[in-house]
């Protein structure tokens, strides 16, 4: 099993930062992409950004040049830093990440967390 604990959402204002963390512990061959995913209320859950196992990036339109996705291959963790911040980016964020074992691929959600985008 992999566990995924996720940290740093929080309240913010609008044109704030933050930064999210999503760590991968447990067992595992190796971790290959790691994303973002956001879902606000009524809407369905969406990708945010996605950094795969070589480094190859990928984001929302909605987060170009304001949002950096990275990950720290040593402690299998994965960062979402977040600059800009408007309204439409309050959401729960989740990571989700694609892990191999024995040969076999699964993906992990983490638990969420929310940020909220308010004055």
């Known amino acids: 099993q992999v566990q995924l604990v996720e940290s740093g959402g929080g309240l913010v204002q609008p044109g704030g930062s933050l930064k999210l963390s999503c760590a991968a512990s447990?067992?595992?061959?190796?971790?290959?992409?790691m994303g973002w995913y956001r879902q606000a209320p009524g809407k369905e859950r969406e990708l945010v950004a996605l950094?795969?196992?070589?480094?190859?990036?990928n984001y929302a339109d909605s987060v170009k040049g304001r949002f950096t996705i990275s990950r720290n291959y040593a402690n299998a963790t994965t960062y979402l830093q977040m600059n800009s911040l408007k309204y439409d980016d309050t959401a729960v964020y989740y990571c989700?990440?694609?892990?191999?074992?024995?040969?076999?691929?699964?993906?992990?959600w983490g638990q969420g967390t929310q940020v909220t985008v308010s004055s």
């Open positions: 950094i795969s196992t070589f480094g190859n990036l």
């Open positions: 989700k990440v694609v892990v191999t074992m024995f040969g076999r691929t699964n993906d992990y």
């Open positions: 447990g067992m595992f061959n190796s971790i290959n992409d």
